[in-house]
């Protein structure tokens, strides 16, 4: 699995609507192009009405785009962050695509009790990279959504990940929780999370998936630093999920993969009632496309 057989399988849906709130930004209209020359969605566009009609207008002009795109004005940046997110509610749109405004101006109105997309799970980001050099693609969770999560919560996470991997074709992901060594160390936490993540899904609460840890970051993406540390299983150097033990870490990862790495990466919010696509304002097009279609394959 890799992004590129991501952008294939968003194709192979049904074209849906999306929902953005604040349309008015280059790199997401740039994303907005590619997803219409794509056939990927409809688009409905909140925000500033001048200001999304002229950035978008060579788009508005052709003919084969303008009917697949409609502006919605909205006098301030709260009121199309609500309106994208109502559009999704009613059903009028079926994802919600951030824009140029801030995550959590955006959340605020996701977690809305009203009308918002909450459900009965936690919400939390999931994030898709193709790293160069790797032969298939590697999901991190959860890298900037939830800052504290109980152990309960931690399961949710990894649920809603191994949803979104197996959507996209991983029958059965491999899920490694990280730490910073592989032995459990009653002064460290996250070993003894990951061991009780083990455990649990040994025992079955934990399902459609293979959890192993406490391992660290290189002997769960490395079979040869497994082997060398003599760590045997499933997962081991061969994780197809990365779960960190703290957003300051998945943080951390999920920048160091993008600006160190040059991976490309899709991201999303998952465990609402529909897909968000929740990239950086400073994310490329191209990630936000695959976001997208990422967000399409899981709506």
Not at 144 to 164: C, F, G, P
Not at 225 to 241: M, R, S, W, Y
Request: charge should be negative; glycine fraction near 4%; charged fraction near 20%.
């Amino acid at each position: 699995m890799n992004l590129t057989e991501i952008m294939l399988q968003a194709k192979s849906h049904s074209r849906q609507t999306v929902a953005v709130a604040v349309a008015e930004d280059f790199e997401v209209k740039e994303a907005v192009s590619l997803a219409l020359d794509n056939d990927l969605a409809n688009f409905l566009l909140f925000g500033n009405e001048q200001a999304i009609y002229e950035l978008y207008e060579e788009l508005l002009r052709n003919d084969k785009f303008a009917e697949r795109l409609k502006i919605v004005h909205c006098h301030t940046v709260q009121e199309a962050a609500k309106s994208a997110v109502v559009a999704v509610r009613s059903g009028e749109a079926s994802i919600v695509m951030k824009g140029n405004l801030s995550s959590s101006v955006l959340l605020k109105e996701v977690l809305n009790k009203e009308y918002g997309l909450r459900s009965k799970s936690v919400l939390s980001h999931v994030a898709i990279f193709d790293v160069p050099g790797r032969d298939k693609a590697v999901i991190v969770t959860d890298a900037a959504m939830n800052i504290a999560h109980t152990l309960e919560q931690t399961v949710k996470i990894i649920e809603n990940s191994v949803d979104i991997a197996r959507r996209v074709g991983i029958e059965t992901p491999k899920v490694a929780v990280l730490a910073a060594v592989e032995v459990v160390n009653p002064a460290m936490q996250a070993t003894l999370d990951a061991a009780s993540l083990t455990v649990m899904n040994t025992r079955g609460q934990i399902k459609n998936c293979i959890v192993d840890g406490p391992l660290a970051l290189d002997n769960a993406i490395s079979i040869e630093a497994a082997e060398h540390k003599g760590l045997t299983g499933d997962v081991a150097g061969q994780a197809d999920i990365l779960l960190v033990p703290t957003i300051e870490t998945g943080n951390i990862l999920y920048k160091s993969l993008v600006f160190m790495a040059n991976s490309e990466v899709a991201a999303l919010i998952a465990g609402a009632k529909a897909p968000i696509v929740l990239t950086s304002r400073s994310d490329s097009a191209m990630t936000k496309l695959y976001s997208l279609a990422l967000a399409i394959c899981n709506s």
